[in-house]
Structure formats: C-alpha cells, structure tokens
T-cell receptor, first 115, second 111 residues
Framework: ETGVTQSPTHLIKTRGQQVTLRCSSQ?????VSWYQQALGQGPQFIFQ???????GRGNFPPRFSGLQFPNYSSELNVNALELDDSALYLC??????????????FGPGTRLTVL | DAKTTQPTSMDCAEGRAANLPCNHS???????VYWYRQIHSQGPQYIIH???NNETNEMASLIITEDRKSSTLILPHATLRDTAVYYC????????????FGKGTLLTVNP
C-alpha cells in the first residue's frame, strides 16, 4: 500500500509570487483534503476534493485554490503570496463512500517559507 | 465537530503506560473520537478511533466513557519515539469532511 506523498518538501518564495504544491493520495483513496499548519498551531482545514470536485472549504480566501485529477492526485495553488502564508501545508487522503468513517491519512507536508 | 479539551502537556517515563485524557462533553451521537499524533514538523499520524466501545490496535488503546463525554488514549509501553503532540478530534466522518484540530497535548517521554 502506497502512502500519501507530497512535493516539494521545502519551498521558499517571495511575497506576491504564486506557488503550486502537489499531493499523491494513498492507493485506493478518492478524496484529498488540504490543511495549513502555522508554527505552534494545529492544522487548519483549507478545502477538500472528492472525485475532482471541491467538497467543502474552510475560512481561506479565493487565492487558495485547488485541483484534483482523475487519478485522485491533487494540487494546491496559492496566488499573491503573503508573509502569513508561511506554514506547513498538509495533504490528507481518505476513501469517501467506503466505511462509515472516512479516516484521513496525512502526508509528510510541504514547508513553505514566504520572504 | 464537538469541541475537545486536552491538557497542554504531560510527561511519562519510558516503559510506563501513557494515559492521555480528552474531554468532549458536547459530542453528538454520530461523532467518532479520533486520535492523531504529530512528531515535530512531520504530518499527523492516525492512531485510532472509536464510537462507543473501547478499541485497541497495534499502537494504542482507546477507552471511551459510557456517557461518551470523555476518553483516554493509552500507550501501553511508552518509548522515546512516542514523544509528540497528540490530538483528540470528534468527527462524524462521512460528509463531515474536515478535521478540527485543537492545540493537542505535548507528551514528553523521559528516559
């Protein structure tokens, strides 16, 4: 069974730039959720994609957008980067429509630093 | 998701059982209790979840009180590698898509 993978591991950008983060879901999973974790805080939900459609969104501005592909991998795009976007970005995959609970399994994260 | 309350930090001696409490007094009938842990700067690791009955897997045991207002995660023989932040989350799964993380409990296992 292949776990959740994310790329890149680390990334440094400057304010105003755009960034794309990538996630490959665990084998057999059809749902990907993205979270942002600022230093010293718990992860905060950004949005979820299920079968290529956005399935829910947290309190993040529209410059945070995403995609899910037919193979269920996903991208998180952030435009017009701000200093406060510096964080660990986490991707989690799950199987919706399977068991009654959809346990989310997390990847290792991408550390984004905005200068 | 129901709000959960956990102690900020706990210590445990290596080899002893670590018992991490969680209060979820407003949990609804269809909400499961999930436990994750996060070792410094890594992604959260799923540990265990349960609804009403006690659960055990290769990592830990989960004890849920009969009224479901609180639970305890038990690591039976803590090792130094169990030092992490432990998160207790109430979530109904299914279409309730997001996990709401609090600040968790920092468990430090001491030699």
């Amino acid at each position: 069974e292949t776990g959740v993978t994310q790329s890149p591991t680390h990334l440094i950008k400057t304010r105003g730039q755009q960034v794309t983060l990538r996630c490959s879901s665990q084998s057999g999973h059809n749902t990907v959720s993205w979270y942002q974790q600022a230093l010293g805080q718990g992860p905060q939900f950004i949005f979820q994609y299920y079968r290529e459609e956005e399935n829910g969104r947290g309190n993040f501005p529209p410059r945070f957008s995403g995609l899910q592909f037919p193979n269920y991998s996903s991208e998180l795009n952030v435009n017009a980067l701000e200093l406060d976007d510096s964080a660990l970005y986490l991707c989690a995959s799950s199987l919706q429509g399977g068991a009654s609970t959809d346990t989310q399994y997390f990847g290792p994260g991408t550390r984004l630093t905005v200068l | 998701d129901a709000k959960t309350t956990q102690p900020t930090s706990m210590d445990c001696a290596e080899g002893r059982a670590a018992n991490l409490p969680c209060n979820h007094s407003t949990i609804s009938g269809n909400e499961y209790v999930y436990w994750y842990r996060q070792i410094h700067s890594q992604g959260p690791q799923y540990i265990i979840h349960g609804l009403k009955n006690n659960e055990t897997n290769e990592m830990a045991s989960l004890i849920i009180t009969e009224d479901r207002k609180s639970s305890t995660l038990i690591l039976p023989h803590a090792t130094l590698r169990d030092t992490a932040v432990y998160y207790c989350i109430a979530n109904s799964g299914g279409s309730n898509y997001k996990l709401t993380f609090g600040k968790g409990t920092l468990l430090t296992v001491n030699p």
